[in-house]
């Protein structure tokens, strides 16, 4: 039960961090290369509208972010996907221990 406590407070504290992450790929990518959110929402990238949030997801799964110059903003990218995909399996490992 112990391991169960800790993952969740990991998963919980995922959140924020991504959070951060996201905050700061928005802001850099509108200083260098604001481009990059019309590619991601051609209807005009809105950072808190859901849609504008799916269709973020959906560049950010596809790797589309690998076409992009500036290598920090790069690794945003990188580190928020991992960060995601971490996040989605910490899930199911939580899950499949809680049900065990």
Do not use: H, T
Request: aromatic share 12%.
């Amino acid at each position: 039960m112990e391991i169960e406590r800790i993952l969740l407070l990991v998963l919980i504290a995922c959140v924020p961090v991504a959070g951060v992450l996201y905050a700061r790929i928005v802001r850099r990518a509108r200083e260098v290369d604001p481009a990059v959110l019309d590619r991601i929402d051609p209807d005009g990238f809105r950072a808190m509208n859901a849609s504008s949030q799916l269709r973020f997801s959906g560049y950010l799964n596809r790797g589309g972010y690998r076409e992009i110059g500036d290598a920090n903003l790069k690794r945003l990218f990188a580190v928020f996907r991992g960060l995601f995909y971490a996040y989605c399996a910490g899930w199911l490992v939580f899950l499949a221990l809680a049900l065990r």
